[in-house]
């Protein structure tokens, strides 16, 4: 199975000590590298240590933000990004992040 990750939800599982933990486990997880690049805490770079995948947009998934966001104006850019990256992977989106899951179910 494929995974996207949000910088929420990596964080919250860092806060609660889960997080190492997640990264074993036997699935594909990927975050934007733009989201692993943004976090302090915990630092991306480790994040990839521990088994993270590091993923760009394309130039069509690129485009694709600029329609999720004119149309969901309510999300962060990064969360569009995350959104536009599970659709085209067809990937299951792990957030806590109500609006977004709102709009992952559309």
Known sequence: MVFIVNSSTLINLHRGGLLKEFLQLP???????????????PPG??????????RK??????????HFAGKHRRLSI???FALVLAKTLNATLLTDDGPLREVARE
Request: aromatic share 8%; glycine share 6%; net charge negative.
């Open 45 to 54: 770079s480790e994040l990839i240590k521990y088994g993270l995948i590091s």
């Open 78 to 80: 990064n969360d569009v």
């Open 57 to 66: 947009l394309t130039p069509d998934q690129i485009t694709q933000v600029g």
């Open 27 to 41: 699935f594909k997880l990927f975050a934007l590298d733009v989201i692993i690049a943004e976090l302090r805490e």
